[in-house]
């Protein structure tokens, strides 16, 4: 791992292709594009030991879909 801030989902789709992805800013959910749509994850006010250490834990909430 590198110093980038890192936070682990938890939650919606099975093929997510990381579920350790880099933590976004102070307030922000992670949005994670996947199949002509958006995977929306929410902090979960805690934390998980991982193999790349302590991190936040973000939990899926919401898919939202691309127009077109």
């Not at 880099?22 to 934390?47: M, S």
């Amino acid at each position: 791992m590198t110093d980038t801030a890192k936070a682990l989902l938890e939650g919606g789709p099975q093929d997510l292709p990381e579920r350790i992805v880099p933590a976004p800013p102070p307030g922000e959910d992670v949005k994670i594009e996947l199949r002509n749509g958006y995977e929306h994850f929410r902090p979960a006010g805690r934390e998980a030991d991982t193999a790349g250490g302590r991190l936040p834990v973000y939990e899926w909430w919401e898919r939202t879909e691309m127009p077109g």
